[in-house]
């Protein structure tokens, strides 16, 4: 498809929405047709995010009321459930939806989502990306539960999460959202550090989704331990478990796994955060020690945890480059 892909944003000043509004007004292929914010309508958007000063002359709406190609909601969870029952959407557009509210439907084990005669898919490329371009709806799927399950996604697949598996995490501020909480003040989030939602992460739901799909019958659990971080955005996750598979073996299983995904990257030398940050990679790092197979996975929380994986998924949907608008830079110092 050539066809310029008209787009509005709902919810664009908020950190996510402002990034995807970064992404779009860059795209090849984009065009965009407007930016709702409720707090800054009426207002430049260069006003609002001054580091788009002189690259666009869209000013924020009040009202999501132009028809368009694709609809994202970059709105707070249970807001899209509320917007979507109070304004009318053309049946054509495809709508694109950041938040959690049509990830998961208690007592389903399916990946789609039925919403008030919609369906959402789960938008993980690396898991589903077939589905993903036959859909007319994308549930963007959260980001500590695209790191964790792009760390996992090919043991699964090839039968062989045969045990428990233990997790941390530490996410920066970003992904906390923009307003305001006791947490994500600077004076107490620098130089600190504090776990949260402790085996509970709301997050933990689709994964294990996931992963019982590719997997059927598995019984590992995932015991996961969140924790704020001291800067701004990425993920850096480290999860283990015991494994009879050598480490050469498991390099193998994972290159294989994604050798087809052009995201994702499998490296022998230990990464670090920043080579993901201001991208849409995930970089994997395997080590074997006695029988534990410990998984290093990061991503940038904004990007391939939120925006940047919402554009790849539009791509996949009108049927252009996966990687279309977003061959970024990474800041290596």
Not at 138 to 158: D, K, M, V
Request: hydrophobic share 40%; with cysteine; net charge negative.
């Amino acid at each position: 498809m050539t066809d310029i892909i008209k787009a509005g944003i709902v919810g664009g000043a908020g950190y996510a929405g402002g990034e995807l509004l970064r992404l779009l007004l860059l795209h090849p292929q984009v065009s965009l047709a407007f930016v709702q914010s409720r707090s800054q309508a009426g207002k430049p958007v260069s006003e609002t995010l001054p580091d788009l000063l002189g690259e666009t002359d869209l000013i924020f709406s009040a009202e999501a009321d132009e028809a368009v190609d694709v609809l994202f909601l970059c709105t707070g969870h249970g807001e899209a459930k509320k917007f979507l029952a109070a304004t009318t959407v053309s049946t054509s557009t495809k709508i694109i939806d950041l938040s959690q509210d049509f990830r998961w439907n208690e007592g389903t084990a399916t990946a789609n989502v039925e919403a008030d005669g919609r369906t959402f898919t789960y938008g993980l490329p690396e898991l589903q990306r077939n589905q993903i371009q036959e859909a007319q709806h994308i549930a963007n799927p959260g980001c500590f539960a695209t790191a964790i399950q792009l760390g996992l996604l090919p043991l699964a697949a090839a039968g062989k999460l045969t045990s428990d598996v233990h997790v941390s995490g530490i996410t920066g501020s970003t992904g906390a959202g923009q307003s305001l909480s006791p947490t994500s003040h600077f004076s107490w989030r620098t130089e600190n550090i504090s776990t949260y939602k402790v085996m509970e992460h709301q997050h933990l739901r689709e994964i294990n989704r996931s992963l019982k799909h590719l997997q059927p019958g598995q019984g590992s659990t995932i015991h996961f331990i969140p924790y704020r971080g001291p800067f701004s955005r990425g993920i850096f996750i480290t999860s283990y478990l015991q494994t009879e598979l050598s480490l050469e073996e498991a390099q193998q299983l994972y290159r294989r796994y994604y050798e087809s995904h052009p995201f994702t990257f499998v490296t022998e030398h230990n990464p670090d955060l920043k080579q993901v940050v201001n991208t849409n990679k995930c970089i994997l790092h395997l080590q074997k020690h006695g029988n534990m197979l410990v998984i290093t996975s990061m991503i940038d929380n904004l990007l391939k945890g939120a925006a940047g994986q919402a554009v790849q998924n539009m791509n996949l949907l009108f049927g252009l480059e996966e990687t279309a608008g977003l061959k970024l830079k990474p800041a290596a110092f």
